[in-house]
């Protein structure tokens, strides 16, 4: 599938290990452990209900390959100690369960997103101590299909993220754990991974890769790289800085927001946070090659992943809570939410945030997994209500009220505040004149109250309760097949 086709997509993101057993046991899972929990692949096929029924319709999973264990900080279950790329990792089930998860996520109509590492290997060093020069010794011949020293650059660990060429060629990890960072200046080796993503992309039916560390690697290496994949390539580049960011648009299909997702956690995670911030926030669609028009292709929008504290753990106000959550699903770029998020989870800084979904028994009674239907459905409804929702860009309305933010991506006007569940007033929105056609009844899809604007088009003023976000679009774009509200 192209960046296009997955313009109109909503991706849920699993890490294999945590989200669902085999069999429907539900044995126990201590996050601090650093260990395989026994989550596979066929858990998730016999998930995917779970995950289609709050309106996703695509699945990341996290990296497949064999990863090394044992290591100072644990086992990789969470798959991104890379040791064989060209070895499937048995602990979460067999290249037969693979393919059969690809099959079940096909017959669906959803996408298969595929997380991969090719910056860098894990290697647990064979020397104990690190030397006088600060080297380790390495049985790199463990390490496939590369397996000598020379395939990997210099050792050296990253020591100043503002010298490029040292981010790019020194490596990620620590003492603990380095993380033998692969030589993309060699042509050879770069071939071999060309070969090795165009071929699992085939093997496993995958529609689009989520590529790690992409900052990590020359920008000149991605061209070729995602040529090679066929498919849409999202990439991760962990950066505030959104020209830095930004600048990797076009070397991938798309990137990650997080410049964004500072702004996002800033402005909802206490009363007092920052929501001008997020106005720039869609920064990155300026930088974009094609200009914001494309926007929708470029980025994707998320409020957790697996490397970040999870929201929940920084405010306990489930109205806060609720407006962060909206923010992806009603702005620019392809909304992303992270499993667990929907069951309240509230894990800490990594390995905390990776929590056993089993543990939740998968309710769907509870009220994130209401709101995430809610979102989903709004979202589908103004894709499908207006030709250019996904091309953007989102527009911001000021307000007077500083505890508020209105945002525009006709035909939705989203209404965040960050005032909290236990705020002392009522905050207030007003429409401006002009925004919708005179007298048009808005509903908000969260609450399924109506609201409908003057004879202007706008200037109605609308207040929240108890905190809460309100997402309006027209009564009319409401579908009687469901979704949202009533029609
Ligand atoms: C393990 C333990 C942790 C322990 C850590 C040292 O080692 O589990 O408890 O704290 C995998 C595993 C992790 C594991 C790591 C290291 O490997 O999942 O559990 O941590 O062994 C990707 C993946 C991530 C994965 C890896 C490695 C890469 O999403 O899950 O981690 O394959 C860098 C990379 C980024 C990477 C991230 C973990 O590290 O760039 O691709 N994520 C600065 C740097 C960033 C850097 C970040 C964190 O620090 O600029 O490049 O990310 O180290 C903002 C700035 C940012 C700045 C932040 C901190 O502040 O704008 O630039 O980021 O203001
Ligand atoms: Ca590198």
Known sequence: ATAADWSTRMIYQVVTDRFALSDNSSSACDTSNRTYCGGSWVGIINHLDYIQNMGFDAVWISPIVENVDGTGYGDGYHGYWSRDIDTVSTRFGSTDDLKALSTAIHERGMYFMLDIVINHFAGVPTNDTVSQDNLFTFDYSELLPFGTEAEFHTQCFISDYTNQTNVEQCWLGDKVLPLPDIDTEDDAVVATLNAWIKNIVAEYGIDGVRIDTVKHIRHDFWSNFTASAGVFTLGEVLSENATYAGSYIGAVDAVLDYPSWYNLVGAFNDSLGNLSAL?????????????????????????????????????????????????????????????????????????????????????????????????????????????????????????????????????????????????????????????????????????????????????????????????????????????????
């Not at 909206?326 to 800490?348: L, N, R």
Request: with cysteine; hydrophobic share 40%.
């Open 279 to 487: 106005e720039n926030s869609p920064a990155l669609a300026s930088l974009a090659p094609d200009g914001p028009s494309s926007i929708a292709l470029l980025t994707a929008t998320f409020l957790e992943n697996h490397d970040q504290p999870r929201f929940a753990s920084y405010t306990s106000d489930s109205a806060l809570t609720k407006n962060a959550m909206t923010w992806p699903f009603v702005t620019d770029g392809i909304p992303i939410m992270y499993y667990g998020q929907e069951q309240g989870y509230a894990g800490g800084a990594d390995p905390y945030n990776r929590e056993a979904l089993w543990l939740s028994g998968y309710m769907t009674d509870k009220p994130l997994v209401a709101h995430a239907q809610s979102l989903t459905a709004v979202r589908k409804l103004a894709i499908a209500g207006n030709a250019s929702f996904l091309t953007g860009p989102a527009r911001w309305i000021s307000q007077a009220d500083p505890s508020t933010l209105m945002l525009s991506k006709l035909p939705l006007t989203t209404l965040l505040t960050n005032i909290g569940t236990m705020g002392t007033r009522a905050p207030t929105w007003s429409i401006p004149a002009g925004l919708y056609a005179p007298n048009t009844t808005l509903v908000d899809a969260l609450a399924c109250k109506t609201v409908t604007v003057d004879g202007q088009g706008g200037a109605t003023v609308v207040t929240a309760e108890a905190g809460l976000p309100q997402v309006l679009i027209p009564a009319s774009m409401l579908s009687k097949a469901g979704g949202a509200c009533p029609a």
